[in-house]
DNA sequence: AACGAACACTACGCTACCGTAGCGTAGTGT
DNA sequence: ACACTACGCTACGGTAGCGTAGTGTTCGTT
């Protein structure tokens, strides 16, 4: 491939990417980025074909994907590693800082509803596996409601990542997953009844 | 006070809010405000000096307060009563489909950002003085982290909300409650021992 | 009845952004 | 060396949004 091109493409979506970061949707245009990057505004329209597109590639490239659990390890240490991943994505990346664009870029924009679906189930499948898994072994109960477990999860990681309300490290990420089991645990029920009375 | 003025106002700030709930922050313009509404874009100006402003307006209009506890009610009611409230007001008021608007302007807008600092304090500061009491008791551990409470609260609350992941009702912000007083619960570091063992 | 405030309407000027056209230049692969 | 393609540059046309001006009208108050 033209070396050229290879580079163009890198650069402006590089750009693109600072700007949606830095300012938010409405700071990623393309003057802006052709002014800052140096590539011509006729270039980039060569290679996406509306600012609409370059923002969905900017988003399709930042995006997480969940690794898939080594099949060796036992579960709990597949769940810690998913939760150690997902905390990592948020402190080191650049997703990090466009989450919340795109958490409302999804709920009106079709094309970006349709990233984030394809993102959710991804995830979803991911921790559902292990969730199932765990529930298999005994290691939570055995009915356990999968999206509920999900929410319980990453509900506590994303709070405290939007509203600033945990430091994101390796600590949270141990300790969501150790107040999971005990939720979740087999004896949560002997737990709620035994608090019931 | 003079009722038009009243009038001009109310009809104002509902169109606004269908605008932003319906189309996002971007819909939300001097000139659909004036057309749907009816009111001479002069007039809207009147009454708010920049778009900006109007939509700062909306916001705080819409900006649910989480009401202080029953001093009469024991912790465990009030903590019940403080969750569904925060999941009636995520399914029954505007504020939810704004919230995504809200969490992304309140990144990189000022004005916004400072709205929503004084909604969190407001809120944490409830939810705080409820989990402190419910140490105090020994409902949950004494030396329990408040915002990592909170965090477990209201997150996946959050997040169901967010990605659509679990249903939005009052056995939710029960369930919710009943995870977070057997993962906080005194036993829990036990539950934590004797899993690790 | 009369005054004043609030309002509607039209028409602006200004800026920012989108996307395109035309032309000349510079780098790439053969 | 050659043709090809990507690229830079300048200049557009078009649209949408912000905020304002001027004029006349309606409504509320006293």
Redesign the interface.
Known sequence: MDPRVERTRSVVMQTATDLLVE?????LTMDAVALRSGVAKTTIYRHWKSRDDLLAAVIETAIPRLPEPDPEADVETSLRAAMRYSVDTLRHTEWA?ML??F??L???ETEIRAISERM?WQHNNVLAKLVRQAAEEGLVEGDVDV??A???L???????H??N??PIDDQLAD?LV????????P??DE??RA?DE
């Open positions: 300012g938010g949707p409405g700071a800082r919340p664009a958490i409302m999804s709920q009106h959710e999206d509920e999900i929410a319980h990453q509900g506590p990681l994303m709070i405290a939007l509203a309300l945990l300790s150790d107040r999971f089991l005990v939720a979740f645990g004896s949560a737990g709620r608090h």
